[in-house]
Every structure is written in C-alpha cells, then in structure tokens.
C-alpha cells in the first residue's frame, strides 16, 4: 500500500469497509463483523479521530492478530500489510456465514460493528442469497473524472483521479471496471446502463393522479438525483411567513429535512434488481408520497424497523455517509418523525407492500403559528408567463415551455388557464394561428 492511497483513505475516515483501531483490544469483533459482512480492511495504529498514533509492527504482533482471527468460529482467514508504523488486516468476506468471536456474532453497519443475534444474522445471510447489487461488477468503464473530483472534494480529498481512486472508493478494479455503485455515482446517465436507474417527480392538480401540473425525470448520478428532485420539491411547494420582531421568517409546507431523509432511504434501500420501476415522488394538494420498490428486508419487520439498521446496498450506503447525505446508520426513520412532529403540519406514514410507499400528509388545520401559504412557485411562473407574452403575443404553449425552462407543457396549459380566468390574457383568434393579449 502506497503513502497515497493511505492518504487518501486517511482523509475519507471509518466507513462501511474500513475501521481504525489504535491496539488490538476488541480486534475479534471487528474481524467477525467484516467477516460476516462484505470484508474490508482494519488499520492498527490509528485512532478514531483518524490521527496515526503508530504500532509497534513485530512478529510477535502478527502472530496475535493470525491466532485472533483463527479462533473465531469458524475459523477466519486474514492477510497482513506493514504500512510504515500501521498495521494492516485484510479481511474477506467469510463463504461459512454465520462468524462469532467470544462475545458473539457481530455484523458492519456503515462504520460501527454491531452484535446481533444469531437468529438475525441467519436470516439476513439467507436474504442475502443471491450477489449484492451494489458491489456487483461489469464490464463498463465509462465513469466522470469530473464526478469523482466533485465527490474526493465533498469528503476533503484533493487527488489526482485514476483507476485506484476507484479502487480506494469501492467503486472499481484495477482494470478501471466500474461495479453497480460506480455507475451510480460517477457516471453521468446511470439510466444508460441501469434501466430504472433514476427519479420520477410529478406535481398534480388536486388530490388525484390524473392532471399534471409537472412533471420531470432525473437520470443523472444519485448525487445530482438527490439535489434536483429537492429542487423539484421546493418549486412545487408552498411557502408561509410568519412575522416575528419585524423579521420574517419563512416556512416550508413540508419539512425539507424529513423529505429529503425519506429521498435518500428510497434511492439507498430500493431493489435494484427489481425491473419494477424507479424511484417516484408525487405532489398532490394534501400529500406528498415518496416510493420505491423493494419491501423490508429480513430480519426487519414493522415493529423493528427504524430500530434496527439493515441495509439491502451498503456501498451506496456507505458511499453517501462519506459525504455526509446520512448520518448515524439506521436513525433516518427517527429523524423523520421528529422533523415532522417539529414542523408541526405533517403527518407521516409509511406502507410496506412489495413497494415501500413514504406518505406525509398535511394536516387540515395549519400548525400553530403558520399563516396561510402562498403558492410561491406559481405566482412566479405566471409572471414569467405574461412577461414572455407582452414581448411577443404570438408565442405557442411548446415556445412557451422551452422558454421557461422546469416546467411541462401541461404545466404551461395550467397557468395560462388560470390567467384567462383571472382576466389577465385573452385568446384572440384560433388555437393555431392566433394570438395572445395581456390585458392591462
């Protein structure tokens, strides 16, 4: 292992397949917890705060650490790697799951190992029968040196990109292959490779699915999937201001911490070997409902989940933790409920069925202290609208929505109904050939 690679593994901390330890105390639980899981790598010598503190590497030392991993049950085979004053232990992912140590089974959840019970670990060994999704590799080389800039830069890396800055990150091998993760995130139309690979977002008239205001499709890596669907969110909800000490503070209509909690935990845990569907938003008047394919994992049921952290992708997972989209695994369903119970006008649910189905419903009174909301995005739009039209009256819907930019024609067709109802356009002449006259 080179001092770059170390450096750069330095500067992306703990993750799902890398643990600092600064001794060997409590080493088994680490082994058996990669072991168990999908392996990874133990750096001895450095501490949690991922400053190298150094190990005194002796023979001696490198016997310990072989007899550690041997006694585990069954029996774990490791490899070692001298790093000047670091040690380093290679553990594989075991082909005889279930693995314990003394203390029991253990498991990697993102950057922690944690103790299961061996019941749940023989039931997430048989859900997990068949190749993980995520770490599965192709043959596809097509990855962004642009986006993999974008994300070193997010975690405080600044390298050089190559082939092993694709191993470093999980993502690829040595001969530049991406796996299923590595399109994900650093190719710049996954959609290309991975048909439902992408984010449908739809805002509807009404409390039905049958007239769309807008809609758009998402087909970037799930960085740039994340951050336009909250954009498309925030366009297409409402805005309060509540008055306080002469300053105005503005209130969303959906809590944007619990949105976009609901967005990451779709996008991570949906089943991408489903060809059932991508991941879908949908904005009505009273809801807003966020779906993805895939149900609960076993040993997850109703009653524990959001108790218990299992993940069906734990590189996607680990990869979006890095740069600090998640936190603490396994908390995201908590967060969610204290989002909306703070935000006071939400209610949120979730459905389970095949799909998992995240519905948060606005309540029918306001919360306390929320004015009535003002449809923001539309207010602009429509101005938007009249301008275009006072500089040339002859503009159609297509001219009209190519102009405006993140908005469908249907959405178009909306706002022009709705400022002919207003008595603010008129419609001189046929629907083709004719014109418009801004009334003033």
């Known amino acids: 292992m080179k001092n770059k690679k170390l450096s750069l593994i330095l500067g992306e901390g703990e993750g799902q ?42 023979n ?13 049950d069954p029996s774990i085979i490791i490899s070692l790697e001298e790093v000047e004053n670091i040690l380093v232990v290679d553990v594989k992912e075991g082909k005889n799951k279930p693995y314990s140590c003394r203390e029991g089974f253990y498991i990697r959840m993102g950057a922690n190992s944690q103790k299961m019970k061996r019941d749940e670990i023989l039931d997430f060994v048989i859900s997990e029968g068949r190749t993980r999704f ?11 040196i642009d986006l993999v800039k974008d994300y070193l830069k997010r975690i405080g890396v600044n390298e050089d990109v190559d082939k092993s800055t694709l191993v470093n990150l999980g993502v690829g091998d040595s001969n530049g292959n991406l796996n299923n993760a590595g399109i994900l995130f650093f190719t710049k139309r996954p959609k290309s490779y991975l048909i439902n690979a992408y984010v449908t977002c739809a805002r509807y008239k009404g409390i039905e699915k049958v007239y769309i205001i807008d809609r758009k499709d998402f087909e970037g890596d799930l960085i740039s999937q994340v951050e336009n669907s909250m954009e498309f969110i925030k366009r297409n909800t409402r805005l309060a201001y509540k008055i306080e000490d002469l300053e105005r503070e503005e209130i969303p209509e959906y809590p944007v911490k619990a949105l976009r909690e609901a967005l990451l935990n779709a996008i991570m845990h949906r089943d991408y070997f489903s060809s059932g569907g ?40 680990d990869l979006f933790h890095r740069i600090n989209f998640i936190e603490k695994m396994g908390t995201g369903v908590k967060r969610i409920r ?23 419903k606005l309540k029918k009174k306001p919360a306390k202290n929320q004015p009535k909301t003002t449809q923001k995005t539309t207010q602009k739009t429509t101005q938007k609208i009249l301008e275009l039209l006072k500089e040339n009256s002859a503009l159609s819907r297509s001219e009209l929505t ?11 067709k909306y706002n022009l109904d709705k400022l002919k109802k ?7 002449g046929p629907d083709k050939g004719g014109s418009w006259e801004v009334v003033k």
Request: proline share 1%; net charge negative.
């Open 17 to 58: 397949y890398i643990e600092f330890k600064e001794k060997i105390s409590g080493l088994d639980k680490e082994i058996v917890a990669f072991a168990n899981s999908s392996g990874g790598k133990i750096f001895l010598g450095i501490d949690d705060k991922n400053i190298v503190q150094g190990i005194n590497v002796t």
């Open 60 to 72: 001696n030392l490198k016997s310990q650490v072989q007899d550690i991993a041997r006694n585990c």
């Open 134 to 144: 995520d770490e599965t590799f192709t043959n596809i080389k097509d990855y962004s």
């Open 278 to 317: 991508n991941v879908q938003i949908d904005i009505y008047d009273d809801r807003l409902t966020i779906t993805n394919i895939g149900g609960l994992m076993k040993p997850l049921t109703i009653e524990t989940f959001g108790k218990v952290a299992i993940r069906r992708n734990p590189l996607i997972a």
């Open 338 to 360: 204290e989002s909306c119970e703070e935000h006071g006008g939400v209610k949120f649910n979730f459905e389970v069925d095949g799909y998992f189905i995240s519905e948060f």
């Open 402 to 412: 190519d102009m405006i930019g993140n908005i469908t024609e249907d959405g178009v």
């Open 422 to 428: 207003e008595g603010k356009i008129k419609r001189i």
